[in-house]
């Protein structure tokens, strides 16, 4: 099956990126976190198939965006009116280059395993499209077979606790074949960063998962340990 990874992202400018986290971090800080999130979402996703394509947003900041990847990489602008449109547009503009699967992430859930997108692909062997549910009403993952429709896309509040449902309800109305992967969580509050932050504690596989995510939040300094 030839397939390949879109991730979505924002491009990490002050001001602009994890808005919701200035209570507790500036918004620089917000900046160089969203970095390490898309570091660290690139590595992963790498881990995992070599074909990515990086869809970006604001269109003018490509030059801010390859100042933070890693290597080169495929970069795309990201194009339309909502994310609905945008997410369509990168998937069909993935469809147009004779892919058979393709498996679309954001980078706002660092620590989800990559076996998560191994698991996704496996279910588009049979299935038509596959999802993965965060526990605020999103999703973290979306991915489809070759049968991409914009319907999927339309009527969608996003960024709401109502996004998965709706494109579940969408997908299915489409009378297409949907499998869905375990959930994971957003990083998008100050409890988000918490979470994670008592999770880099607890679970080893997260630093490894999200290492550069792990060695910025250490850094900081910005919570105490368990035991401090």
């Known amino acids: 099956m030839n397939r390949a990874i879109i991730i979505m992202t924002k491009v990490p400018i002050a001001g602009t990126v994890k808005t919701r986290l200035h209570s507790i971090l500036s918004p620089e800080e917000c900046a160089e976190l969203a970095a390490a999130f898309l570091q660290d979402t690139v590595g992963k996703a790498q881990t995992v198939h070599s074909k990515k394509i990086i869809a ?114 969408n997908i299915t109305r489409l009378n297409l074949n949907l499998q869905e992967i375990p959930s994971w969580f957003d990083v998008d509050e100050p409890e988000d960063l918490h979470k994670l932050f008592a999770e880099f504690q607890t679970d080893k596989r997260t630093r490894e998962i999200a290492p550069e995510t792990f060695r910025w939040l250490t850094n900081q300094k910005i919570f105490s340990k368990p035991n401090d």
């Open 56 to 169: 970006f947003s604001p269109s003018d900041k490509r030059d801010e965006l390859e100042a933070v990847l890693p290597s080169e990489h495929f970069l795309i602008a990201q194009n339309g009116a909502d994310l609905g449109e945008r997410m369509f547009n990168a998937f069909q503009f993935a469809f147009e280059r004779n892919l058979d699967a393709v498996v679309m992430i954001g980078t706002d859930s660092p620590t989800f395993p990559a076996d998560y997108i191994e698991q996704a692909f496996d279910c588009l062997e049979n299935a038509d499209a596959v999802l993965g549910k965060t526990t605020d009403g999103g999703f973290y993952l979306i991915g489809f077979q070759c049968r991409l429709q914009k319907e999927i896309f339309e009527n969608v509040e996003w960024s709401s606790a109502r996004t998965f449902r709706q494109t579940k309800e």
